[in-house]
């Protein structure tokens, strides 16, 4: 990392802080208009992004709190998530129908958009090995009006290669570097070399996992909330070294317009994801591995990685 970008996320870091709350309107039950218009006769204010229509930024200083005390959020049509942790299923684009893989689900954010951007079509199978854990996952997608997921309570790891997925999103475990806060002793005092090991080790088995129960012609979707080569770029370069069958599809405008082999266009939302990589809208930092997009900590996003990997 240069030191200009350094200074960019210490910067992020920094203003983190006052990182505002932010949630996605659920397709599923919703709209954004009906979203928009209720927050409005609460006197709620709030910002849209121009890469996805059902997400929303809350006006400085409102907690989630305020969110907790809707309706809207009690009848599960919104759904508190950061921003950054919408872009992977952006990014996966999974097909209407399509056989999906959530192999980290819990708490469900990412498997109910999932579910959203498909319209309810896809089928789902959602991986959690931890038993509270599922248990969340289970009441925050009946809460979202998500039928018909395969909650399997097991160490994704250890997935049988009997299952096969079209599309697979690995939200992987990591140190969470991106997500620091400048000042936060406790999260600097977690990160070790001990947790980066270990965090690695399970990034390496994951992904292993992943390439080999996705069909030929699929996708992955690798993300974590770090910004450490260790666990994003380096993790990928070395399973594509493993997996000689699989390749990256670039995350920018050149290439968005297509997703596969084939000429079925990428969906709107998708393609906005890409242009606002490109042109700013969404902070990035340089990626060593070419066409993956790094997420600079900000005001307004985390700290991210995003890689998609395709089967051939």
């Not at 790891?157 to 299952?163: A, N, T, W």
């Not at 994951?206 to 030929?216: N, S, W």
């Amino acid at each position: 990392m240069s030191d200009q970008e350094a200074e960019r996320v210490q910067a992020g870091f920094a203003a983190a802080a006052a990182r505002p709350v932010t949630l996605r309107a659920n397709a599923l039950k919703t709209t954004p208009e009906e979203v928009a218009e209720k927050l409005t006769e609460r006197g709620i204010p709030f910002a849209r992004v121009p890469w996805y229509e059902d997400a929303f930024v809350l006006g400085d200083g409102l907690r989630e709190k305020t969110v907790w005390e809707l309706e809207l959020y009690q009848e599960g049509k919104v759904y508190l998530q950061s921003l950054s942790s919408m872009l992977p299923p952006l990014a996966l684009a999974a097909r209407d129908g399509a056989d999906v893989l959530d192999m980290c689900a819990a708490p469900g954010g990412k498997t109910s958009q999932i579910a959203a951007l498909t319209g309810g079509t896809a089928h789902i199978t959602a991986c959690e090995m931890s038993a509270p854990r599922a248990e969340k996952l289970a009441y925050n997608l009946s809460k979202l009006g998500v039928h018909g997921v395969n909650i399997m309570r097991t160490d994704a790891r250890r997935l049988d290669e009997f299952f096969s997925f079209d599309h697979i999103l690995l939200d992987a475990p990591c140190t969470g570097t991106g997500t620091f806060r400048l000042g936060d002793d406790r999260a600097e005092n977690r990160m070790t070399g001990k947790l980066l090991a270990k965090t690695a080790r399970s990034q390496r088995a994951l992904l292993d996992r992943a390439l080999t129960v996705l069909k030929p012609g699929g996708t992955l979707l690798y993300s974590t909330c770090s910004i450490l080569p260790q666990e994003n770029g380096e993790q990928v370069a070395a399973a594509l070294r493993r997996h000689r069958d699989c390749s990256i599809v670039p995350l920018n405008p050149q290439q968005a317009g297509i997703a596969d082999d084939d000429t079925r266009p990428l969906p709107a939302s998708t393609r906005a994801l890409a242009d606002a990589f490109e042109d700013g809208s969404i902070p990035t930092l340089k990626s060593a591995v070419e066409g993956t997009v790094t997420v600079c900590p900000s005001q307004r996003f985390e700290g991210f990685y995003l890689a998609l990997i395709k089967k051939q």
